[in-house]
């Protein structure tokens, strides 16, 4: 099994910046994991907002955070970040980490396996 912790969310102006984390752990979690980050917001459906591979070296980022969010990971510390700049009201939401062992489909929630319990993200006008 694998868990997944996330942390680093709260209330911020726009325009601040939040840096979240996904601590993992587990007997069975490995660097081979991809691992992702969604989000939902209230009455949304769950939104993928970017991946990033073993490496380091392969991200994915919807649209709409392009150049605003930056992941990374800490294959050391099995902890992989999002770190969020010049943060909008619409940014608002539940972020999710989540990790698959799969390599395609990586925007659809449905491909990974392990989910963390979310950390509140708010953007204040």
């Known amino acids: 099994q694998v868990q997944l912790v996330e942390s680093g969310g709260g209330l911020v102006q726009a325009g601040g910046s939040l840096r979240l984390s996904c601590a993992a752990s587990?007997?069975?979690?490995?660097?081979?994991?991809?691992m992702g980050w969604f989000r939902q917001a209230p009455g949304k459906e769950r939104e993928f907002v970017a991946a990033?591979?073993?490496?380091?070296?392969?991200?994915y980022n919807v649209d709409s955070v392009k150049g605003r969010f930056t992941i990374s990971r800490d294959n050391a510390k099995n902890t992989v970040y999002l770190q969020m700049n010049s943060l909008k009201p619409e940014d608002t939401a539940v972020y999710y980490c989540?990790?698959?062992?799969?390599?395609?489909?990586?925007?659809?929630?449905?491909?990974?396996?392990?989910w963390g319990q979310g950390t509140q993200v708010t953007v204040s006008s």
């Open positions: 989540a990790a698959t062992l799969k390599s395609s489909a990586l925007r659809s929630s449905n491909t990974y396996l392990f």
């Open positions: 587990g007997r069975t979690f490995s660097s081979s994991y991809i």
């Open positions: 990033i591979g073993w490496s380091g070296g392969s991200t």
